[in-house]
Structures are given as C-alpha cells and as structure tokens.
C-alpha cells in the first residue's frame, strides 16, 4: 500500500513563499501521476499541479509561473514550491497519487477523481 505524509505549510505573507513535501511510503509502479490539490470550507476541490514519471507537468492557471510541482527520487518525496503567495492561495493542500495511472494511455492532469491515495493535509494561510 501506498501512503503519503505530508509536511510544511503554514503563515506567510503575501508575497513571500512557501514549500510542501509529501513523504511517499510503498511500492510505486513504472509509471506514476502525482499532484497537488487544494480546497477551502464549502468549495470545490481543485487542483493545483501535477508531474508524471516523464516530467510531465500540469499547472492550474492561477498558479502557473509561481508554483513548481517536482519529484525527488532520492528523498522520496513530491514536492510544491509556492512562491510569490497571493490571499487567494489561502487552503487546505493534498498530495495524492493515481496508483492505476500507465502514461501510454492517459495524462496526469488535475481531475481529482483519477487519484486514489492521498495525504492528510496541511494548511496554507497567506495574509496581506
């Protein structure tokens, strides 16, 4: 089994960064998706980035030039680098990771349904 544990998040202003790790544990596949997702109280769920084992990444566009998605194979560990934070960064995070993903059949893109394990997650709050 597969399981994520997320570390990182917390306060900071706007305009300053932030970085959030998520610790993979488990028997990873060839291939593999894996992405970032947020959500606040009382919306949707939406994602915020993801990477395959290509280096293929998917950004949401309101991040797109100020957060990086990336994988560390020697840590193990997914990884996001939010920088330049904005108030409307302000949610709760997920890693997750799509175990059935094969990269010859399918994109890892940013539908949280495709996703099937996920980490506990951790709070972002960007204040101005």
């Known amino acids: 089994q597969v399981r994520l544990v997320q570390s990182g998040g917390g306060s900071v202003q706007a305009g300053g960064s932030l970085r959030l790790s998520c610790a993979i544990s488990g028997y990873f596949g060839k291939d593999y998706c894996m992405g970032w997702f947020r959500q606040v109280p009382e919306k949707e769920r939406e994602g915020v980035a993801s990477?395959?084992?290509?280096?293929?990444?998917k950004y949401a566009d309101s991040v797109k030039g100020r957060f990086t998605i990336s994988r560390d194979n020697a840590k193990n560990t997914l990884d996001l680098q939010l920088n330049s934070l904005r108030p409307e960064d302000t949610a709760m995070y997920y890693c997750a990771a799509d175990l059935k993903f094969d990269s010859d059949y399918i994109q890892c893109g940013l539908y949280d349904a495709d996703f099937d394990t996920w980490g506990q997650g951790t709070q972002v709050t960007v204040s101005s």
């Open positions: 990477i395959d084992n290509h280096g293929n990444t």
